[in-house]
């Protein structure tokens, strides 16, 4: 995927392993994802600071109301790992932050392709080792009450 011949190395592209199926939580991680390659697009291409910064804002602004709706939705679920689930959403919240204010303060080019790396890097691990636990939870919930239901 990062062959020199591929224009855009830091682009992320969603793939059938990061479905969570649920349709409405697929699209938001879909959304989030062409966000962060916006924000990636914005460094890589040199842009200007404030629109770097506009961009990370957006991929902030989207990473909390994305994780608003998987809490209110682990409420509903009454899924167990709710707690420790959303430390991993605050710890996230927290790194961007960080990472906002390295780009406001930075004037240094390589600063600022690390913090787009580390966004994306958190989403994907976010992604695989946090949101896959609640689909997997999900899935089992879901095959019981169907079995339930066709009783
Ligand atoms: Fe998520
Ligand atoms: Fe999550």
């Given at each position: 995927m990062n062959s020199p011949n591929n224009p855009m190395p830091w682009r992320l592209e969603w793939s059938q392993?990061?479905?969570?199926?649920i349709p409405e939580i697929d699209a938001e991680h879909k959304h989030f994802i062409e966000l962060i390659n916006a924000l990636n697009e914005a460094i890589a291409e040199r842009m200007s600071r404030s629109e770097v910064r506009k961009r990370m804002q957006d991929v902030m602004d989207d990473a909390v109301a994305h994780f608003e709706h998987e809490e209110a939705l682990f409420i509903e679920w009454a899924y167990p790992d709710t707690e420790q689930h959303a430390r991993q959403h605050a710890a996230a919240v927290k790194i961007f932050q960080e990472i906002m204010r390295r780009i406001e303060q930075s004037e240094i080019d390589y600063d600022w392709v690390e913090a787009g790396l580390q966004v994306k890097q958190l989403l994907v691990a976010h992604l695989l080792n946090e949101d896959m636990k609640y689909r997997d939870f999900w899935l089992a919930q879901n095959k019981v009450k169907n079995s339930v239901s066709q009783e």
């Open positions: 392993e990061l479905s969570v199926h």
